[in-house]
């Protein structure tokens, strides 16, 4: 493999996958890491896997970030300049249920990032935050210079660790650390917990969607190709530190240390109402609604403010929820028509349209 790869942690897994594959066809080498876990169908990662290795400057490692020897054993042979840190234990209710598989991939895994990155001269470190941070803030449309120190569940307040974690080492040892805030991503090869696979599932399949707080939760819904495009543009503005950043008065957004974070999000907050709508128009299938209370760790709405994001890379996520949802049923349908497997790319119209 040519000198110089870029890590993406988490390759098997929704964005990062989409991350690996953009980064490909740009012409970069990638080297992915993920451990195929079974907290969803692992054949869907290996689907994703086999898409990303039809490419020859693509190297994947089987490996768990927990794995403290096997990480820094590969930043060692590697010395990545660039790490794009997208693998965690995802979800927030089954935060509730699994609580160690938090701890130990989200925190004791980021540990170990951290500390491969650390000691082998990485040049940047971009990292999967979350829109959960926010937690119990009701301010809309959540800022980044807003404090963040009310988590509701388990998985928002591993993502406000990592984000600690990180301006420690960049106060520490210089590292260029960027948070990344994702905002409900959504779009083609996403996870099956996620609210559009779930809603499509069940509308083809005859069965009720369950809708928390009867329907009333407001998400910024976030196309995966816009998250990615956020990405790619990151990766060569390495933050650097605040001049202006005073401990009198502390902006949670930047710091005396070179570290950011960014919301990335489509800054518009859509009812599951209008999705539900949306996927009913595309399938061309009514949805029945099971209604349902607030669960537990739930927010009402999210909603981002990337007034920063604009300003440091000339971009913002704009594709409007419609246009997201039809291209993400197109390639539903083509996969569950493929015997419930994902399919081959089926070229942009499918893949990134």
Known sequence: MPANPILVTGAAGFIGFHVAHRLLRDGHTVVGLDNLNAYYDPALKEARLAELEMYPGFEFHRLDLADCNGLAALFARYRFHHVIHLGAQAGVRHSLVDPHSYVQSNLVGFANVLEGCRHNGCRHLLYASSSSVFGANTRLP?????????????????????????????????????????????????????????????????????????????????????????????????????????????????????????????????????????????????????????????????????????????????????????????????YRALTRRPPALVGDAVFSK
């Open 142 to 334: 959540y800022s980044v210079h807003d404090n963040v120190d009310h988590p509701l569940n388990l998985y928002g307040a591993t993502k406000k660790c990592n984000e600690l974690l990180a301006h420690s080492y960049s106060h520490l040892f210089g590292l260029p650390t960027t948070g990344l805030r994702f905002f409900t991503v959504y779009g083609p090869w996403s996870r099956p917990d996620m609210a559009t696979w779930l809603f499509a599932d069940a509308i083809m399949s005859g069965r009720p969607i369950q809708l928390f707080n009867h329907g009333r939760m407001r998400r910024d819904f976030t196309y995966v190709d816009d998250v990615v495009e956020s990405i790619i543009r990151l990766i060569d503005r390495t933050p650097q530190t605040d001049p202006n950043w005073s401990g009198d008065k502390p902006d949670p957004a930047s710091s005396a240390a070179p570290w950011r974070v960014y919301n990335i999000g489509n800054h518009s907050a859509v009812e599951l109402l209008e999705v539900v709508r949306l996927l009913e128009e595309a399938i061309g299938i009514k949805a029945e609604c099971e209604f349902l209370p607030m669960q537990p760790g739930d927010v009402l709405e999210t909603y981002a403010d990337v007034d920063d994001l604009a300003r440091e890379v000339d971009f913002k996520p704009a594709t409007s929820i419609a246009d997201g949802i039809g291209r993400f049923v197109e390639w539903f349908q083509i």
